[in-house]
């Protein structure tokens, strides 16, 4: 992959990365209203609502944990644009296609092997 593309998927990584931080950041913010004593007071009067507002705070949590990984692949394809690996298939070794990268710019590995890789787990 020439320089110019690199660096255009690297600018698509960089914008994922910050929207990531951000929406990571207002759940987190969401999560310290929930979890204070003074909501807690407010809202949890019966236990049904006791129940949604520990719903709400795991499916917060649920959501942290994926965007945690998310911004790990995310750190882990720039990294493999700086070290000259990016859009490269880590099982066959080929180029993995623009239309793929585009897609789903943290990937490591193409459309056919991961076809393969699909039909191998049913």
């Given at each position: 992959m020439d320089a110019k593309k690199l660096q255009e998927f690297k600018e698509i990584l960089l914008k994922k990365r910050k929207e990531t931080l951000?929406?990571?950041e207002r759940y987190g913010e969401i999560?310290?209203?929930t979890n204070s004593e003074e909501d807690y007071g407010k809202?949890?009067?019966k236990y049904t609502e006791f129940g949604t507002d520990t719903m709400n705070r795991e499916q917060s949590y649920m959501f942290l944990a994926r965007m945690d990984k998310f911004l790990n692949q995310i750190d882990q394809a720039l990294e493999r644009i700086e070290n000259g690996t990016y859009?490269?298939?880590?099982?066959c070794g080929q180029e993995i296609d623009e239309k793929r990268l585009r897609a789903v710019p943290?990937?490591?590995i193409c459309f056919d092997c991961k076809q393969k890789e699909s039909r191998a787990v049913r």
């Amino acid at each position: 992959m020439d320089a110019k593309k690199l660096q255009e998927f690297k600018e698509i990584l960089l914008k994922k990365r910050k929207e990531t931080l951000e929406e990571r950041e207002r759940y987190g913010e969401i999560l310290q209203d929930t979890n204070s004593e003074e909501d807690y007071g407010k809202t949890a009067y019966k236990y049904t609502e006791f129940g949604t507002d520990t719903m709400n705070r795991e499916q917060s949590y649920m959501f942290l944990a994926r965007m945690d990984k998310f911004l790990n692949q995310i750190d882990q394809a720039l990294e493999r644009i700086e070290n000259g690996t990016y859009g490269v298939c880590r099982v066959c070794g080929q180029e993995i296609d623009e239309k793929r990268l585009r897609a789903v710019p943290t990937t490591r590995i193409c459309f056919d092997c991961k076809q393969k890789e699909s039909r191998a787990v049913r």
